[in-house]
T-cell receptor
């Protein structure tokens, strides 16, 4: 089954404690992205990657890091989480060709206290 | 910057027809997507338009006018399960500018019995 898998689904952590949210896709997609979703602000792109070892900042990259060492995985790293990073996070992937929709992971609800 | 506007909220009754509008001003255009998102869940793909005109898919249709920077999603024979947020997203150029998706803030549709 074609899917994007994120882990964990829910996470409560404390300020400053490094964490990683994993994302894996099994569709051999070139393009992967991370979004955060906050009430009234919609989906905002954090980072994206066009292929292995090719990443770039989205609209809200501050406080986040990513890596793309393998095509299927695109982890999101918060080196020193802060309460303003409390949000619902989505990973997405799509093929790099016309008329292909993005597939989203189930989401990770992160709370930083 | 990219600007994608859609109404914040809409309501309708079961069995009715509703039209959700989206206007956009973006640097580059490679297609427009509509996604449906139920509360706390991942967005799921509904439709894609790249040429002017209407795309019909069952109870859902989507229209695009590139010259006007305008799209709408038409939902017919509304059902209670159609209560969700509907996200308009514009894809900018693939390749050199990496096929980024820019999302509107979403339109929360409530269907009443």
């Amino acid at each position: 089954e074609a899917q994007v898998t994120q882990n964990p689904r829910y996470l409560i952590t404390v300020t400053g404690k490094k964490l990683t949210v994993t994302c894996s896709q099994n569709m051999n997609h070139e393009y992967m992205s991370w979004y955060r979703q906050d009430p009234g602000l919609g989906l905002r792109q954090i980072y994206y990657s066009m292929n292995v070892e090719v990443t770039d900042k989205g609209d809200v990259p501050e406080g986040y890091k990513v890596s793309r060492k393998e095509k299927r995985n695109f982890p999101l790293i918060l080196e020193s989480p802060s309460p303003n990073q409390t949000s619902l996070y989505f990973c997405a992937s799509h093929q790099d060709s016309m008329n292909t929709e993005a597939f989203f992971g189930q989401g990770t609800r992160l709370t930083v206290v | 910057g990219q600007n994608i506007d859609q109404p914040t909220e809409m309501t309708a009754t079961e069995g009715a027809i509703v039209q959700i509008n989206c206007t956009y001003q973006t640097s580059g255009f490679n297609g427009l997507f509509w996604y449906q998102q139920h509360a706390g869940e991942a967005p799921t793909f509904l439709s894609y338009n790249v040429l002017d005109g209407l795309e019909e898919k069952g109870r859902f249709s989507s229209f695009l006018s590139r010259s006007k920077g305008y799209s709408y999603l038409l939902l017919k024979e509304l059902q209670m399960k159609d209560s969700a947020s509907y996200l308009c997203a514009v894809e900018c150029e693939r390749g050199s500018t990496l096929g980024r998706l820019y999302f509107g803030r979403g339109t929360q549709l409530t269907v009443w019995p």
